[in-house]
């Protein structure tokens, strides 16, 4: 969940008016109304969804660092100076693997 709605750039708030809602009637449609008291009882911390995120973000970060480290890695690397004389820099990073994602 909270990679889709990172993936989607919306708040965190948007779980508690959006998906809770919209959970309920799936409930209340495909199982029943008693289940639907039973969805209500999970509370979901304001931070979780924020905390999952950052937990992401430096999950990734924490590949790139690994993959910078192997020998496997092709950098290619290009500099050159604006008009101002202000450095500028490209990059692209070559790996065999993608960056993986653990959900």
Not at 54 to 68: F, G, P, R, V, Y
Request: contains cysteine; glycine residues 2%; proline residues 5%.
């Amino acid at each position: 969940m909270a990679l889709r709605m990172a993936r989607v750039m919306k708040p965190h708030t948007i779980v508690d008016k959006l998906l809770f809602p919209a959970a309920e009637d799936i409930v209340r449609v495909m199982i029943g109304e008693e289940f639907v008291n039973k969805l209500n009882g999970i509370l979901i911390p304001n931070d979780a969804v924020r905390r999952r995120i950052a937990d992401m973000s430096a999950d990734n970060l924490d590949q790139i660092i690994e993959k910078t480290k192997s020998p496997f890695l092709t950098m290619v690397l290009q500099a050159c100076y604006d008009a101002g004389l202000d450095f500028i820099d490209w990059h692209r990073m070559n790996h065999r693997k993608p960056l993986e994602l653990n959900v």
